[in-house]
């Protein structure tokens, strides 16, 4: 069986994704061009972001699997909801899927939709998290909306009700608040998050603990736990 992932991001899924993969499907290895796949190999390539994703990157995508429809047995796109519904953002994806139907062929399509953003699923855990956080942002970041005990994933947009000068949100989209409240949690155990280099996220163990997560509360983080059944049913072809 053979993958090709198409990410959203052009760093953070980059990094994150193949450190996940060798926990999640160790028989896999990674190729660097699309066409060196064998047997248990995946390639991985960047969108570019939202929409330059779905406009451009995922019909160059199926081009290149309808090259080796042999070979492929999925076609991942791995997308942020962003502002939009999960549903939305399938409906998206599945309104190429329909136009290449041909070229596809029997190639399958896995939508893995981060919602909000990749950033929201590492909020989910919870091991991260101090009972008494030190730095006051953090701190009010909590007050707001504390992920301990919520799912990250409904978390909305930030408001400050407490400066009478800001008037909505402070961050243009949801899925910046949630960066920004990511990072808050890496300073508070110093150390460093960026989009750039997500360090200690893409360790087997903070892995494990997001995995915690999903388990002791199954309602919340569904869309990666969708991204924890597709391995599993990789993994047992």
Not at 24 to 50: A, C, H, T
Not at 207 to 212: A, D, N, P, T
């Amino acid at each position: 069986m053979n993958l090709y992932i198409l990410v959203e991001g052009k760093c953070t899924e980059f990094k994150l994704y193949p450190a996940w993969l060798s926990v999640l499907l160790p028989k896999f290895e990674r190729v660097y061009s699309f066409d060196e796949v064998e047997q248990n190999n995946y390639y991985i390539v960047s969108g570019y972001g939202i929409p330059s994703l779905i406009k451009n990157h995922l019909p160059n995508a199926i081009l290149d699997v309808a090259k080796l429809k042999e070979k492929y047995d999925y076609l991942v796109v791995v997308v942020d909801a962003e502002e939009l519904s999960v549903e939305q953002r399938k409906s998206e994806v599945a309104e190429v899927q329909r136009r290449y139907k041909q070229q596809l062929g029997d190639v399958k399509v896995q939508v893995v939709v981060q919602n909000r953003c990749i950033e929201t699923w590492l909020l989910g855990n919870r091991e991260m998290i101090p009972p008494s956080p030190k730095r006051e942002k953090l701190k009010r970041y909590i007050d707001y909306y504390d992920i301990n005990f919520n799912n990250p994933e409904n978390m909305p947009n930030y408001v400050d009700d407490t400066d009478a000068r800001e008037e909505g949100p402070h961050f243009s989209t949801t899925a910046r608040f949630h960066t920004d409240y990511l990072q808050e949690v890496f300073k508070e155990q110093n150390m460093v998050y960026t989009k750039r280099n997500p360090r200690y996220a893409s360790n087997e163990q903070f892995l494990k603990g997001l995995m915690r997560r999903v388990m002791y509360d199954p309602a919340d983080l569904v869309t990666f736990q969708e991204f924890l059944s597709f391995c599993e049913t990789v993994s047992e072809n």
